[in-house]
């Protein structure tokens, strides 16, 4: 059973279209995450949604639209594509415990990725 | 600022013999420390993790990391590599102040050579 889905596995199109990404995950965790991971493999957070709440917005351009319609689910939604865009995205799942002081904190599952392709 | 380091971006080693996968980090209060190893064409699969306790964390595959507070350090290692080991490797690190946010490392590529 995949834990971290996401779909399409594939996506090339032009510069200027729009373009959405989806991400599941049947873990139950409560905390969903994008990354992108650039061309020379450098991965760097992008979103955090914590109960579909957006907990984490890095500097990213406002053409990337997250949106968490439940807790299972964290889409990705790209306007106007740039050639920069290029880049394979992966989404994340964990299952967070703050304990106050303590801290508990807990694994990321990654999904397969995306790797998108604007030309 | 928090931060993660891999100062090698690539590893040889020939199979059989140990290796070592370096890693430095720096954050505020305690750290968190991750190890993810990412195979060609996929997603990152998870390791090893220290929070708390043993400073010597075993893991999947063989592998194991040991966390040095004075060195800010959590290297990995593996005492007989395998051809299989061949991957990319990320550390990454997470504080307790931002439960939400990890920092990965640039990845180091491991080739193990028959």
Not at chain 1, 42 to 57: A, D, P, T, V
Not at chain 1, 87 to 108: H, K, L, N, W
Not at chain 2, 24 to 53: A, C, E, M
Request: hydrophobic residues 30%; charged residues 20%; proline residues 5%.
């Amino acid at each position: 059973d995949t834990a971290v889905s996401q779909t399409p596995k594939y996506l090339v199109t032009q510069m200027g279209n729009d373009k959405s990404i989806k991400c599941e995950q049947n873990l139950g965790h409560d905390t969903m995450y994008w990354y992108k991971q650039d061309s020379k493999k450098f991965l760097k957070i992008m979103f955090s949604y914590n109960n579909k709440e957006l907990i984490i917005n890095e500097t990213v351009p406002n053409r990337f639209s997250p949106k968490s319609p439940d807790k299972a689910h964290l889409n990705l939604h790209i306007n106007s594509l740039e050639l920069g865009d290029s880049a394979v995205y992966f989404c994340a799942s964990s299952q967070e415990r703050p304990g106050g002081t303590s801290g508990i904190t807990d694994t990321q599952y990654f999904g397969p990725g995306t790797r998108l392709t604007v030309l | 600022a928090q931060s993660v380091a891999q100062p090698e971006d690539q590893v040889n080693v020939a199979e059989g013999n140990p290796l070592t996968v370096k890693c430095t980090y720096s954050v505020s209060g305690n750290p968190y420390l991750f190890w993810y190893v990412q195979y060609p064409n996929r997603g990152l699969q998870f390791l090893l993790k220290y929070i708390t306790g043993d400073n010597l964390v075993k893991g999947s595959y063989g592998f194991e990391a040991e966390f040095n507070k004075s060195q800010t350090s959590f290297h990995l290692k593996k005492p007989s590599a395998l051809v299989s080991d061949s991957a990319l490797y990320f550390c990454a690190v997470r504080d307790q102040y931002n439960f939400n946010k990890f920092y990965f490392g640039s990845g180091t590529k491991l080739n193990v050579k028959p």
